[in-house]
């Protein structure tokens, strides 16, 4: 137990040799048009990851803050219309989420749409609170985004989680690490403290990126894997899940495995 304990909260130290950049400067990387890669990982390997690649990485700081708490809201029609798309591998899909930035207190509505195995479009507005069900601002922008639902959408998912966000030194390129994840359906919660959920979002597809040389090094392979199917499963019984089996037996893998694994 200490030892896990002491691999979480390792990096801590690390984070703060890195250069900083700030809010105001990450325009350059806004990429609300990209391409995503996820990896999934233990945090036993967080640390040496984030010292090797120290020098060609800058670290988000707001307010004198490395670390920040985000929770987000995902909705859905009352059929799970939105989960079933990606379930069914429907290359073209969408899903909708407020996203509260706890330590500012900002609320932001958002639609991510996939438009094919691999690129993503984003859109988002600021909006002052969650409300019980869509108002004008997210209405317009569904409309402006060209997505009707003939259902109404439900609150279905809280997830949460602690982000540090590297933007590459040398190219387009920014890295969310999520930690200390949490799911919480209003029913039940379940919480996963070591794992790790890295996604490297860039303007184009390429290799070239030394986080990325750093998991392969690893032996971390990339794994497609969205938060909010994992969180439905893990917390739904009634659920159909049969495409997503593997990905739930790998989370289930990575975080039982002992740290004698990982040398």
């Not at 325009?27 to 609300?32: A, G, Q, Y």
């Not at 029609?77 to 407020?98: E, F, I, S």
């Not at 002052?128 to 317009?140: D, H, R, V, Y």
């Not at 593997?246 to 040398?263: A, F, L, M, P």
């Amino acid at each position: 137990m200490i030892k896990q304990m002491t691999a979480a909260y390792s990096h801590i130290k690390t984070i703060a040799s890195f250069n900083t950049i700030q809010l105001n400067q990450m325009d350059k990387v806004n990429l609300m048009n990209r391409v995503d890669s996820k990896f999934v990982f233990h945090d036993v390997w967080l640390n040496a990851i984030l010292e090797e690649i120290r020098d060609d990485y800058s670290i988000l700081e707001i307010d004198n803050q490395r670390v920040f708490r985000y929770d987000s809201l995902y909705l859905d029609t009352k059929d799970y219309c939105m989960y079933k798309q990606h379930h069914n591998g429907k290359p073209r899909r969408v899903k909708l989420r407020y996203r509260t930035y706890c330590d500012t207190g900002d609320i932001f509505f958002e639609i991510k749409q996939r438009q094919n195995p691999m690129r993503t479009h984003k859109f988002r507005e600021k909006v002052s609170a969650i409300p019980p069900s869509l108002g004008e601002i997210e209405l317009s922008l569904l409309q402006k985004s060209g997505i009707c639902f003939n259902s109404e959408l439900e609150h279905k998912l809280v997830v949460g989680y602690k982000r540090i966000t590297l933007v590459a030194n040398d190219c387009i390129e920014r890295v969310t690490l999520d930690t200390f994840l949490s799911f919480h359906n209003f029913k039940q919660y379940k919480v996963h403290p070591h794992l790790i959920i890295a996604e490297i979002k860039q303007e184009r597809f390429s290799r070239i990126s030394p986080f990325i040389h750093a998991l392969r090094r690893r032996n971390i392979k990339e794994q497609s894997i969205s938060k909010y199917a994992l969180g439905l499963i893990e917390l739904s019984t009634d659920i159909k899940s049969n495409a997503f089996k593997s990905k739930v037996r790998t989370v289930e893998h990575i975080e039982n495995r002992c740290d004698n694994g990982y040398k």
